[in-house]
Structures are given as C-alpha cells and as structure tokens.
C-alpha cells in the first residue's frame, strides 16, 4: 500500500536535512531551483509533492542520488 502522505513527509524531511547540511538557506536553493521559495517550503513541510522532474533538479542541486533523497530503501533477497 502506498502512503502519499508519509512519502511526502520524507521527501520533504530530507530536502530540509539536505538543504541544510550544505549551508543553504530556502531561499538560496529556489533560487537554484528557479522556483518561489513558497513552493519549496511546501515541499519541506510535506503540503506539495516535487514532480519527477522537479525531484531529479533537487537531487542534482544537493549533489544526492535520487534514490536517497526520496528515502527508497532497498530489501534483501
């Protein structure tokens, strides 16, 4: 089952976790991104969910795999 909700929260989380980890501020890293600094705090805070192409940006600006920004984890066969 899928939780959109959580999945937001973690995104979200980790955007803030990384953002902050590399001394940038909201506003600098919209800047980046070309977005209002509105719609990245609503990412952060879990309101809005980055598209695919939106998280692949963020990803990139924060120097982070995909995969580790969206918080995917990976099972043991």
């Known amino acids: 089952m899928i939780d959109a909700q959580n999945d937001r929260?973690?995104?979200?989380?980790?955007?803030?976790?990384?953002?902050?980890?590399?001394?940038?501020?909201?506003?600098?890293?919209a800047e980046r991104l070309w977005i209002d600094r509105s719609s990245l705090s609503g990412y952060e805070i879990?309101?809005?969910?980055?598209?695919i192409y939106m998280l692949c940006r963020i990803a990139d600006e924060l120097d982070l795999p995909l995969d580790v920004l969206v918080g995917r984890k990976y099972k043991n066969n």
Not at 46 to 51: F, M, Q, S, V
């Open 9 to 29: 929260d973690t995104i979200g989380t980790n955007i803030k976790i990384f953002r902050k980890a590399r001394n940038l501020s909201q506003s600098q890293l």
């Open 46 to 51: 879990g309101k809005r969910t980055p598209d």
